[in-house]
Every structure is written in C-alpha cells, then in structure tokens.
C-alpha cells in the first residue's frame, strides 16, 4: 500500500504542510511513523479525507478558488479514491483539490497501469476524454 510523506499529501490536498500537521494532530487524518521517525498517511486513508475535505469546500471556478489546480495545460494530479472494473470497462475517480474527476476506460488499461485507490494519479483532459497517468 503506498503511504504519502505530509509534504506530498500538502501537495495532493492544495494546501501547505504545515495544515496537513495541524489535520494529523487534530486527528482528522491518520498517520503513522516510519523507521526513520517520519509521519505518514496511507494512501486510501488520504484518499477517504480528500474527498471529504472537498465536499466541506465551497466550489469555486476562475480566479476565486485557491490552489495549483488549473485547466491551462489541462492536467489535475491527485489521488485515486475508486476504481470500479467491469469485464471490460473501468471507472477512475480522482479527488484533485475540489475537483472529482472520473475517467471510464478499459478494464486492461487499468490493470497496466496497476491504478489503485490511494495512488496518485494525474488526470489529463481534452475536449471530453479524459486520460489518466500515473504519477
């Protein structure tokens, strides 16, 4: 399971890291300790809180909302919060600052890519398809 050091998680969220420390130490989201002494959040429970933080959000557009997330080279990274395959299709979800962004695309796509909720993941957008790198 891939687990985010606070700096990666402060990136992911749209915020700094010192908020994320705050979050952790409030108890709003769940870390743990390496070997080396350093906090850090387990992919699917960055994932369970990006979500939430975003529907506690106000949404805004344009230049009202705050954050690296922008449609000018049309990329959103952030985390993988579900993946739903079929026999031959998959549906991503990805929580990218405020934005939800879902992706459908082949079951066999996925499985090479090796996408898994708690990942990052970039979302690449053009005209109405969007595609997924991982990060």
Do not use: C
């Amino acid at each position: 399971m891939r687990s985010y050091s606070m700096g990666r998680a402060a990136r992911l969220l749209g915020v700094s890291p010192d908020t994320v420390r705050r979050w952790a130490d409030a108890g709003r989201l769940p870390t743990r300790r390496d070997e080396a002494g350093r906090r850090l959040i387990a992919g699917p429970d960055l994932a369970t809180f990006a979500v939430a933080l975003a529907s506690e959000a106000p949404s805004g557009t344009g230049d009202d909302r705050d954050g690296p997330y922008t449609t000018a080279r049309n990329a959103f990274p952030g985390i993988i919060t579900a993946v739903t395959l079929g026999d031959v299709a998959a549906q991503v979800e990805i929580q990218a600052g405020p934005h939800r962004l879902v992706s459908l695309l082949t079951r066999e796509a996925v499985e090479e890519l090796g996408l898994a909720v708690g990942m990052e993941a970039v979302a690449r957008v053009k005209a109405t398809s969007v595609h997924i790198d991982r990060a």
